[in-house]
């Protein structure tokens, strides 16, 4: 009797519409979408982790981490909109499938760690040419100070 009924439902579960709906690949309108962050163009300044009212970004500047819990997001844009790299942004579309769903942990690109090595490059060299022209006026300085006098 029971294998009756179970073959019932398996016929009747084979032609009729499925119950549930395929994910759909697009955020429905009006949604905000979710927070991505281009690494190659973060400084770890922490604006953003300043910014959020939800405290869902962790940003750690010695280890080069960016860090979101997307649980806590509330989509509010704040972090995007103060970011001065313009490395933040909404994107409407979901999440790939994956482990890291409570936290996700960015790290510092090759790229982006070139780019900030550059930058200490070149700041090294304007404090050492700004070091040599004070050296270099201090002594004319000096020098007129020594003429005035005739010695
Ligand atoms: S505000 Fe932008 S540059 Fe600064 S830590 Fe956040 S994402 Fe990186
Ligand atoms: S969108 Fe708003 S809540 Fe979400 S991480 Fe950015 S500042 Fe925080």
């Given amino acids: 009797m029971a294998m009756i009924n179970m073959t019932g439902t398996v016929l009747k579960n084979l032609f009729s519409k499925p119950v549930t709906r395929k994910t759909e690949k697009e955020y429905p309108e009006g949604t905000r979408g979710h927070v991505v962050n281009d690494m190659d163009l973060c400084v770890f300044c922490g604006a953003c982790m300043m910014r959020c009212p939800s405290r869902a970004i962790t940003v750690d500047r010695n280890?080069?981490?960016?860090?979101?819990?997307?649980?806590?997001?509330?989509?509010?844009?704040?972090?995007?909109?103060?970011?001065?790299?313009?490395?933040?942004?909404?994107?409407?579309?979901?999440?790939?499938?994956?482990?890291?769903?409570?936290?996700?942990?960015?790290?510092?690109?090759?790229?982006?760690?070139?780019?900030?090595?550059?930058?200490?490059?070149?700041?090294?060299?304007?404090?050492?040419?700004?070091?040599?022209?004070?050296?270099?006026?201090e002594a004319a300085k000096q020098a007129a100070a020594a003429e005035g006098s005739g010695t």
């Fill in 63 to 137: 280890e080069k981490t960016w860090t979101i819990h997307p649980m806590s997001c509330i989509q509010c844009r704040a972090c995007v909109d103060n970011c001065p790299k313009k490395c933040l942004s909404m994107e409407k579309r979901f999440t790939e499938p994956g482990p890291d769903k409570l936290t996700i942990t960015c790290h510092q690109t090759e790229k982006a760690r070139l780019a900030e090595e550059e930058m200490k490059r070149i700041a090294a060299e304007k404090a050492k040419a700004a070091a040599e022209a004070r050296a270099k006026a």
